[in-house]
């Protein structure tokens, strides 16, 4: 089945990069709270942290970053214009190896 397939690929990329990662010593890297303002930027340093823990061939050809955003919704605080929330935004920007994407029933290719 794909999702057996899927797992054992994550599996197999996984140890590879484990065996194969350069950086021994893994030092503690603070994440940094972003706001949207400087996604540049922000996701260079979001990056440069990330391969100060991992670096391997796997992490070159297979991984790359995503940028995800947090917006406080919370149902106690309604704004004027009807929304609810106070409006505080969270970017962070995260590594993945693998995207899991949907198809559909009806693709025919």
């Known amino acids: 089945e794909q999702q057996d397939a899927q797992e054992l690929l994550a599996f197999l990329l996984d140890g590879i990069h484990e065996d194969l ?13 972003s706001d949207g303002t400087n996604d ?3 996701a ?6 990330y391969l100060q823990r991992n670096m391997s061939i796997i992490v ?4 790359g ?3 995800n955003t947090m917006v406080c919704r919370n ?9 609810y929330g106070c409006g505080h ?17 009806e693709c025919n290719t």
Do not use: H, T
């Open 21 to 33: 990662n350069r950086v021994k010593n893994c030092p503690y890297i603070e994440d940094k709270d």
């Open 40 to 42: 540049e930027g922000d």
């Open 44 to 49: 260079v340093l979001a990056w440069s942290n």
């Open 60 to 63: 070159d050809l297979f991984q």
């Open 65 to 67: 970053q995503l940028r």
């Open 75 to 83: 149902d106690d605080q309604r704004q004027p214009d009807g929304s």
């Open 89 to 105: 935004r969270n970017v962070k920007f995260d590594p993945f190896m693998y995207l899991s994407l949907p198809i559909s029933d």
